[in-house]
């Protein structure tokens, strides 16, 4: 038997048997500096990694085993993915955590995901996507609330030192402001659908010392159909069971002197839909 189809066909045999995936794109940062041409929107670039990830871990698959894991981890771990110790103190890891399905317990396995996966003790930063209500529906706070219980904890637990929030208006900040126990240091904008900082949450920014930042994410980081696609495409076989996308962290991770990024990657994990 070709080599290649088999270890395609079990890899397809893991997918099957496992009820979530996880996968780690390494540092894609080199990535990106080989690639022809640099991926329009966060979306194409991380259904980029997606791919590349599921085909490098298809290709290395070990011999077959008739253990078959509920959780199938898809990453193949780079020496340099992991933070020295001794250069820990130069670096600050910022994460921005999209939640693409409202279970408050996704956040604590991602922070802990990111924790070993970078071999630090604290993340420096999070700013977390929380999922959006349907349409027709706004944001509120009781719609971040669980959410942000869950960061508190976190914070408490000195896994991560700084938590911020995205997109909100100035209403919505200083309703979470006030009601949090542990405030956000920052709230990311949009600037796609705002061309200028407004200036009535520029002034409370200001007031309470939150810094703003922007970005240009979509509200959807990526949608079901693409996701699927890129599992597809990544593990040649289209006929991959429906996976649901749970959550995605995005990490970078900087050189305080310089400003520069040293790396970036994702993490994804993604449930298998119910039948």
């Known amino acids: 038997m070709d080599p290649q189809n088999n270890m395609e066909n079990e890899a397809k045999m893991f997918l099957s048997h496992a009820k979530t ?41 070990k011999p077959v085993s008739n253990d078959f894991p509920d959780t199938l981890d898809c990453s193949l771990p780079q020496p ?10 130069e670096l600050r890891v910022s994460v921005k955590l999209f939640l693409c399905d409202a279970v ?66 100035k209403d919505l900040l200083e309703q979470l402001y006030n009601w949090a126990q542990v405030k956000p240091s920052s709230n990311q904008v949009n600037l796609a659908s705002c061309c200028v900082m407004p200036p009535d949450l520029t002034a409370f920014a200001k007031e309470f010392d939150i810094q703003l930042l922007t970005h240009n994410d979509p509200k959807e980081l990526m949608s079901a159909a693409t996701f699927q696609e890129a599992v597809q495409e990544g593990t040649q076989d289209l006929s991959a069971a429906d996976w649901r996308l749970e959550w995605v962290l995005r990490y970078s991770i900087i050189v305080k002197s310089r400003g520069i990024i040293k790396a970036k990657g994702y993490l994804v994990s993604a449930g298998k839909a119910r039948q």
Request: proline letters at 6%; aromatic letters at 2%; hydrophobic letters at 40%.
């Open 21 to 61: 995936l996880r996968l780690h794109t390494g540092n894609i940062v080199n990535r990106n500096r080989l690639k022809k041409k640099c991926p329009s929107s966060p979306c194409e670039e991380l259904q980029d990694c997606i791919q590349a990830a599921l085909t490098d871990w298809t290709a290395a698959r």
């Open 80 to 89: 340099t993915d992991a933070i020295p110790p001794e250069e820990r103190e």
């Open 104 to 169: 408050e317990s996704s956040i604590r396995d991602a922070v802990e995901m990111a924790c070993q996966t970078l071999a630090v003790s604290q993340l420096d930063s999070v700013i977390i996507a929380p999922t959006w209500p349907l349409e027709g529906e706004s944001q509120s706070l009781a719609h971040l609330q669980p959410a942000w219980e869950e960061l508190e904890a976190l914070v408490r637990s000195q896994k991560i030192a700084a938590i911020g929030t995205s997109d909100l208006d």
